[in-house]
């Protein structure tokens, strides 16, 4: 009778652990599942690709290239500021080629922003050259600070394009640029020139342009976009070092960025740092959804993790982020 008791309620007890464990894998495996066929809006409304990203006395800044025409032809840049990174306001025309440069006037790609003295400085491709131009608001106007390119076409290794600037902690600024190859140089206190005999050239494994540098934990990353931004399968990796300028040592991971289902060609990105934590943002662009392709792209955002042991962790395309709040 005893013993009969006994294998009763250990079968009872059995059937309760299986269905426990049913019922934890299938919510386990509910929550692995993401719909790729619904992609979360843009944040910026229309055509507009390679974001950078930026923060800015409580403010976020996004710079991004006009799209909408086959090879990139815009002639203008515009800036677009939040509060909240979810809902944006076009601050207008910033810098307009044919208007404010003597030296190009159009295929307006991918510009950066740095801020150093209180002055805002605004790199950026022309036909192919970088250039510089300074304000002293992140809205600008920004003024053409040299009257000619900074990097002129055809100085370095692969195309002059897709600047970006990473100010380190101690004030040294870093310029990173090159589609081909990756160019860096530490930039004078000026903002605006550079030893040429310091500019160092290097291509990681895989590397096609948009290189972005950000600093985490001692630890800086330089990120960058693989394949061709016409190309479904455009996507951003990225290399470490304990320098600003490398050696870099390539993730063994995948991409951290790419896309997936209805998002397609995910790449040309940039991070932010919500400031005072360790919680970052990363913009892209992607072929617009729907009917979008390498020249009508749209800019998203989404969060971006690091493990513990400082590896950046696949993004999530599909998250809808909520609004962040900065403090006052
Ligand atoms: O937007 C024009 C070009 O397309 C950029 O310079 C590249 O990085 C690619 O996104």
């Avoid at 993401?34 to 055509?47: E, F, I, M, R, Y």
């Avoid at 540098?213 to 951003?236: A, F, H």
């Avoid at 400082?310 to 962040?324: A, D, S, T, Y």
Wanted: net charge positive.
């Amino acid at each position: 009778m005893l013993l009969r008791l006994k294998i009763h309620s250990f079968n009872y007890l059995s059937a309760l652990i299986l269905l426990l464990v049913t019922i934890c894998s299938s919510i386990d495996s509910f929550a692995q599942t993401v719909d790729t066929t619904v992609a979360p809006a843009a944040v910026l409304p229309g055509v507009y690709a390679d974001p950078n990203i930026a923060v800015f006395n409580n403010k976020f800044y996004i710079y991004p290239t006009t799209d909408g025409s086959e090879g990139w032809l815009s002639t203008s840049f515009t800036c677009w500021s939040s509060a909240n990174l979810v809902k944006w306001k076009n601050e207008g025309v910033i810098l307009d080629l044919p208007h404010d440069l003597t030296w190009a006037d159009k295929r307006a790609w991918a510009p950066a922003i740095a801020v150093k003295n209180n002055k805002y400085y605004y790199y950026y491709a022309a036909d192919g050259n970088i250039g510089v131009a300074v304000s002293d608001k992140p809205t600008g106007p920004f003024k053409d600070a040299l009257g000619k390119p900074l990097v002129k076409k055809g100085s370095y290794p692969g195309q002059m394009i897709d600047p970006m600037v990473f100010m380190d902690d101690d004030g040294a600024a870093y310029l990173y640029f090159g589609q081909g190859q990756c160019n860096a140089v530490k930039l004078n206190d000026d903002m605006v020139s550079f030893d040429t005999a310091k500019m160092i050239s290097f291509k990681p494994s895989g590397y096609n342009e948009g290189p972005f540098v950000i600093k985490r934990k001692g630890i800086y990353y330089l990120m960058w976009s693989e394949y061709d931004t016409r190309d479904p399968r455009y996507s951003v990796a990225y290399a470490t070092s304990s320098s600003p300028l490398g050696p870099f040592k390539k993730a063994e991971t995948g991409p951290v960025l790419k896309g997936s289902g209805v998002v397609k060609g995910a790449g040309h990105h940039s991070v932010v740092q919500v400031p005072g934590k360790d919680e970052w943002y990363i913009a892209y662009h992607r072929f617009k959804i729907p009917g979008g392709n390498g020249y009508n792209r749209e800019t998203c955002i989404s969060s971006m993790h690091f493990d513990a042991n400082g590896n950046i962790l696949p993004v999530n395309v599909f998250e809808k982020i909520k609004p962040v709040k900065l403090k006052r």
